[in-house]
């Protein structure tokens, strides 16, 4: 009953984390286009009045005229109506921790600690987890007050984010080390929000409405923090989504696959940014389709050799019962999982036969199965389970 507890739980909690994600990354990704989209006030009267760019646009069968005042409208009051975007990334960032609690905290031993690669403990794992969110945040943000030049303060946080990555590797399983990375980018964005960019904007609003001069300093702040919130925007999404793909993280140097992934994203997203202003540099998105098209060769399994040996079902089927059915049986016997993951059975020469591929690419190819090595499948039997792939398969 616990194990289906926390299955509705992960639903609940992972459905809102996406939708509170689509609405978040929706309306960030809007608000880029609409400052790179504005042009100079049509009217002089609007001008005169503060209007510092707007842009028209047609939707959902009507027209609008969006209006950017740089320091709230000249001589007239600010509206009280005044729509704040923020608890959409929020909701995001609570609902990711959520997450990351029931799945990589409260199920550290399966998905969180994975020994062969750090002998961990429980205790130790989860405060190394939540403690390097914090720690970035501190050094990403010390890094945005000093460094002026934004080129540079842009190259230094990736490749901290490439170092970030290289270290989870080393601490966590490959699977958790990827979705580390993935928080720390959430968390960097959502206190960006949280710290600057809404406080900012809490005080230009107090001047206006106090008839005070209003200070340019915080708008430049969150004007930053927005921008760099952008790039991070299609690299975060594929961490999102990276564990359906053990080919990324489960390859033995996963730490540069994801490197070169979030490069190809921030340039596809340059391509974005800058055809918003009115530029077409079609470099850009050639350039990380390149990235991605390359890493997909070099990621792609060497071509299979015909095996010297065959070898039997018989030798195979324990292994399988030992290191695999245990969790992928219609009735799994392993403490924890009360059903096979992802629906994958292994129970029958039958259906292990049928998810040959699977256990090529999971168990053999990159070896992100048994998730955390649990089951203690060893490189003899990873060995032996390749060589009975390598010559077909066969159940009989």
Not at 15 to 30: P, Q, R, V
Not at 211 to 221: E, F, L, N
């Amino acid at each position: 009953m616990e194990t289906y507890i926390l299955d509705w739980l992960n639903l609940g909690v992972r459905w809102l984390h996406f939708t509170a994600g689509i609405a978040w990354i929706g309306a960030s990704l809007y608000f880029v286009m609409l400052d790179n989209s504005l042009r100079r006030p049509a009217k002089t009267a609007d001008a005169e009045r503060g209007v510092h760019g707007e842009l028209w646009a047609v939707h959902g069968g009507g027209f609008y005229c969006s209006q950017k005042f740089l320091t709230g409208p000249k001589g007239e009051p600010l509206s009280e109506h005044l729509h704040w975007s923020k608890w959409e990334a929020y909701t995001t960032w609570l609902s990711g921790m959520g997450l990351m609690a029931l799945i990589y905290w409260y199920g550290a031993n399966a998905y969180l600690v994975d020994r062969s690669v750090m002998a961990l403990s429980v205790p130790a794992a989860i405060a190394i987890s939540a403690g390097s969110l914090v720690a970035g945040w501190f050094v990403y943000d010390a890094l945005c007050r000093v460094i002026r030049s934004e080129l540079a303060l842009a190259l230094i946080v990736y490749v901290l984010l490439v170092a970030a990555a290289w270290g989870y590797a080393q601490v966590f399983g490959a699977r958790a080390a990827y979705v580390h990375v993935g928080a720390l980018i959430g968390t960097i964005m959502v206190w960006n929000v949280f710290f600057h960019i809404i406080p900012g904007q809490k005080k230009m609003v107090a001047a206006l409405r106090s008839g005070q001069p209003v200070d340019p300093r915080p708008g430049i702040v969150g004007k930053q923090r927005s921008v760099h919130n952008t790039y991070f925007t299609l690299p975060v999404l594929f961490i999102m989504i990276s564990n359906h793909y053990p080919m990324t993280y489960g390859h033995r140097h996963g730490w540069a696959v994801l490197a070169v992934i979030m490069l190809a994203g921030a340039l596809i997203r340059q391509f974005f940014v800058l055809r918003h202003r009115g530029r077409l540099v079609w470099a850009l998105p050639a350039a990380g389709a390149a990235l991605l098209v390359g890493l997909a060769v070099m990621l792609a399994p060497m071509p299979k050799s015909a095996a010297d040996t065959t070898v039997p079902f018989a030798q195979i089927a324990p292994i399988i019962a030992a290191r695999c059915a245990v969790c992928h049986a219609a009735k799994p016997t392993f403490a924890g999982f009360e059903q096979a993951p992802g629906g994958v059975l292994l129970d029958t020469p039958e259906r292990i036969r049928a998810a040959a591929a699977q256990i090529e690419q999971q168990s053999v190819a990159t070896q992100a199965m048994p998730i955390g090595n649990l089951t203690h499948m060893t490189a003899d039997e990873r060995a032996l389970l390749g060589r009975w792939l390598a010559a077909g398969a066969k159940t009989d």
